[in-house]
């Protein structure tokens, strides 16, 4: 069988070599070869400036925020810096300041302003250059708060303490600056099925079903995202004026607004000499921005109306999910970042039955937490919603296996002994001659944990991770010793529901339903701290929205088995940073074959291999079609699988994954014949 090889560029960057291997771009950390003690100095330095800077940064941002309308200033950040338009291909264009800068800076934002008493809030409108300072100020406040714990350094002297502040410091960091647990439908028809059968507790408990609650978010987000697309096409409108007076004509019956404030923009702009186009359209800009917060602010009596309930149970529901100006008046500025109270209470109540709310999405951001800590205050509704999640996570990754695999056979609650102990399998599917043993886990992840605490975070890694990993670590022993020995069946596993002479592979899977800080898929970790027992090999965890999308992506029954069983192997034999949707983005560029580079040394970032993923989603989010990511493979090679799935022989899946554990590089004489015959 003729072999070339692989072929490897290489792209010189300064000093440094960038390499081009199986689709994934290769650069070395710019601070490989670097004297260690001067690099530890200089870090050293960089956070003691930042703990010097921290609370002078915040007091900054508090002292612009009370200078000005607080509101219209936070809604003018939402709308430039979150908000974006589609394209027509169905990519997300891009927002003010990009990347970098994201819901959790106007979530600071927010906080910080809800420390100030309401009779000591300012009511300027804030202009452009203080909308521009608190764009500039707030990723800075960001930085310096992550830099801040550089000045730990000098506290850690051995490779344990510098595990935990690694392991510290990613919690920490997603906890800050993280706020999708998934595609955003996908989240919302998630909560949707969640909880939809409990809406009466929901509604004796809290006054109105969670679904409502569901409903109403998800319809503040679409609002927002509608008036953006409208006010672009208002300030179209606007541009066809032709003299000032049909310049303001226009701009009132596109932007109704109070009398007073009308009339103040009339005197100003008559004042000047004639403006141009170009200057119309800057006036015209300010005096939207003005009122914007307008837009965010709705009453109780407006809200029951448009979804028919009563207006007494809105109030009480939306005091619920607020606080008041002043309500944050103890807030320390370490907790606006790392313990925000507006995550779980993402409106602003203003009295009267008056309401504020410039970040729906945040309610879906931390929807467990919220809803955790509703249904914490009712015993009867806690114990049934703790009940639904366990039951509702089972049933969803059953129905993900069943819809992927038509002709798998799948049994829930497979109960087993060992050593005279009772277990019981959450699920068990097998898929010709591939069994897998897969555990759910619907267990909540503490603030504690989220912020870096190193024993909470531990228990409930162990709870999450660790015990469902044993427990199908020893079904997978007993299953595969059954392989070799099939007549001791009726001692081992009695009871066991498939022909264990069609199973050749066992494979081992654990979901969850809440992400645990991306810890789940970066478990080397955890490993540094000795969070995985010595020798125990962990199956891929993943989280039941990630689960969806990588089946939802992969377009063959053989590729989602190959996924799972190069996904446990990937996780012991790389060293990656990233989260499960990266690790797709990988797969699709090369089926996990990374050459070299695995089992080695090196430690690579795949953060932003997701791409092609991402863009997909957004576009079947928006109603847009486009063409699905597929794994880089021949035409033919992909037919034979395609040819072994139809044909559903004995061993067929056993002969795909082999298949697709070649490169898609490699190349053999009869795909070159296949493609002079497709010409």
């Known amino acids: 069988m003729g072999k070339r090889k692989r072929q490897r560029r290489r792209h010189k960057t300064g000093h440094h070599e960038v ?4 689709g994934v771009y290769f650069a070395p950390h710019p601070f490989n070869g670097a004297d260690h003690t001067k690099l530890r100095d200089a870090l050293l330095r960089v956070g003691t400036n930042a703990v010097q800077q921290f609370d002078t940064q915040v007091a900054q941002l508090q002292g612009i925020l009370d200078s000005v309308d607080a509101l219209q200033a936070i809604a003018c950040l ?13 990519k997300i264009g891009t927002t003010y300041k990009g990347s970098k800068f994201t819901q959790a800076h106007v979530e600071l ?14 009511s300027a409108p804030a202009s452009a250059d203080t909308i521009q300072k608190l764009f500039d100020l707030l990723p800075e406040i960001a930085k310096t708060f992550q830099e801040k714990r550089l000045a730990r350094l000098s506290n850690i ?10 392991l510290q410091d990613h919690l920490r960091l997603h906890t800050q600056a993280v706020r999708n647990w998934g595609y955003f439908d996908e989240v919302v028809s998630t909560l949707e099925r969640l909880v939809a059968p409990l809406d009466d507790a929901w509604e004796s408990a809290f006054g109105l079903p969670a679904s409502w609650l569901v409903r109403f978010f998800r319809d503040r987000v679409k609002d927002m995202e509608d008036r953006f697309v409208a006010r672009l096409a208002f300030f179209r409108e606007i541009d ?15 932007f109704p607004t109070p009398q007073e404030h009308y009339n103040d923009f009339v005197n100003a702009i008559r004042k000047h000499p004639p403006l141009s186009r170009d200057q119309r359209r800057v006036a015209a800009f300010h005096y939207a921005d003005a009122i914007m917060d307008l837009d965010f602010i709705s009453s109780v009596g407006e809200i029951a109306q448009r979804y028919d309930v009563k207006p007494e149970r809105v109030d009480v529901c939306l005091r619920r999910l607020s606080h008041a100006f002043g309500d944050l008046r103890e807030l320390r500025n ?30 879906f951001s931390f929807s467990f937490h919220t809803l955790n800590e509703i249904a914490a205050g009712d015993s009867k509704l806690h114990n049934a919603w703790t009940r639904r999640k366990a039951e509702f996570l089972e049933h969803e990754i059953e129905t993900i296996f069943r819809n992927a695999f038509p002709q798998a056979l799948t049994v829930r609650n497979f109960q087993w002994k060992h050593d005279g102990i009772d277990y019981e399998n959450d699920l068990l599917v097998q898929i010709g001659s591939h069994v897998i043993i897969i555990e759910a886990k619907s267990g909540s992840v503490s603030w504690p944990a989220l912020r870096g605490a190193p024993d909470r975070a531990k228990r409930h890694f162990r709870e999450l991770i660790i015990d469902p990993s044993i427990q199908s670590h020893r079904l997978q022993e007993k299953i595969e010793a059954l392989l070799s020995d099939p007549q001791d069946i009726a001692s081992t596993l009695p009871s066991f529901p498939f022909d264990i002479s069609a199973i050749k592979k066992v494979l081992r899977l654990s979901v969850t339903l809440e992400d645990f800080a991306v810890l789940q898929t970066n478990i080397r970790l955890a490993q540094a701290v000795g969070w995985v027992p010595n020798g125990h090999q962990l199956p891929p965890t993943m989280i039941l929205a990630d689960l969806r999308a990588v089946f939802d992506i992969l377009g063959t029954k053989a590729e989602k088995i190959h996924y799972l ?28 074959d990374l050459g070299d580079v695995e089992g080695s040394d090196a430690s690579i970032v795949i953060t932003g291999m997701s791409a092609s993923v991402d863009e997909f989603f957004d576009a079947k989010a928006n109603g847009i079609t486009r063409v699905r990511p597929e794994r880089k493979l021949t035409r033919w090679w992909r037919d034979i699988c395609l040819k072994f799935e139809e044909r559903d022989f004995e061993g067929w899946t056993e002969a795909a994954t082999m298949l697709l554990d070649v490169g898609h590089d490699v190349d053999f004489p009869q795909d070159r014949r296949h493609r002079r015959a497709s010409r």
């Open 19 to 22: 390499h081009k291997f199986a």
């Open 78 to 90: 939402t709308t430039y810096g979150l908000t974006a338009t589609v394209g027509k291909d169905g």
């Open 109 to 122: 934002c927010l906080a910080i302003a809800l420390r100030t008493a309401a009779e000591n809030r300012g």
């Open 157 to 166: 002297a051995t490779d344990e303490e510098r595990h935990i502040a690694q």
């Open 240 to 254: 066809k004026a032709t003299n000032i007076e049909d310049f303001l004509a226009r701009l009132i019956a596109l």
């Open 334 to 363: 370490d907790s606006a970042l790392l313990h925000n109270p507006v995550w779980t209470r993402p409106l602003v109540s203003l009295g009267d039955g008056i309401f504020y709310c410039a970040l729906p999405q945040g309610f």
């Open 565 to 592: 069983q190069r996904r446990q192997t990937i996780q012991r034999t790389l060293n990656y940073v990233g989260d499960e949707m990266d690790l797709l983005g990988i797969y699709l560029a090369n089926g996990f």
